[in-house]
């Protein structure tokens, strides 16, 4: 069974940094591509982040510049380092993966993904 197993997340200050992580069981992390949406209560999930097979890395423009997506396949763990953080950052993140690369601009879309984390809330207070 392939699952995800999130951690990390909370309550930080606008202008702070927390990270949040992800760990895959049940598929070879290497083959995967992986990703971090976001979804505030009665919205629609927001695509956050998406890391390749290869490392390549790309983001919504909202976050790009303050977030940064990585992983350690040793560890089978993606990251979501979480910085300079603003208010309307406050939401559940989701980690999510798929088999195999995606591309622009599937990636971007939520049901690119076959398996997702049970979410973490990250709150940024003003």
């Known amino acids: 069974q392939v699952q995800l197993r999130q951690s990390g997340g909370g309550l930080v200050q606008a202008g702070g940094s927390l990270g949040v992580s992800c760990v895959l069981s049940?598929?070879?992390?290497?083959?995967?591509?992986m990703a971090w949406f976001r979804q505030g209560q009665g919205e629609e999930r927001e695509f956050v982040a998406h890391?390749?097979?290869?490392?390549?890395?790309y983001y919504a423009d909202s976050v790009k510049g303050r977030f940064t997506i990585s992983r350690d396949n040793a560890k089978n763990t993606v990251y979501l380092q979480l910085s300079s953080l603003k208010p309307e950052d406050t939401s559940g993140y989701y980690c999510?993966?798929?088999?195999?690369?995606?591309?622009?601009?599937?990636?971007?879309?939520?049901?690119?993904?076959?398996?997702w984390g049970q979410g973490t809330q990250v709150t940024v207070s003003s």
């Open positions: 999510a993966s798929r088999p195999g690369d995606s591309y622009y601009p599937s990636y971007r879309r939520a049901n690119e993904y076959d398996v």
């Open positions: 049940g598929r070879p992390f290497s083959s995967a591509a």
């Open positions: 890391i390749s097979r290869s490392g390549g890395r």
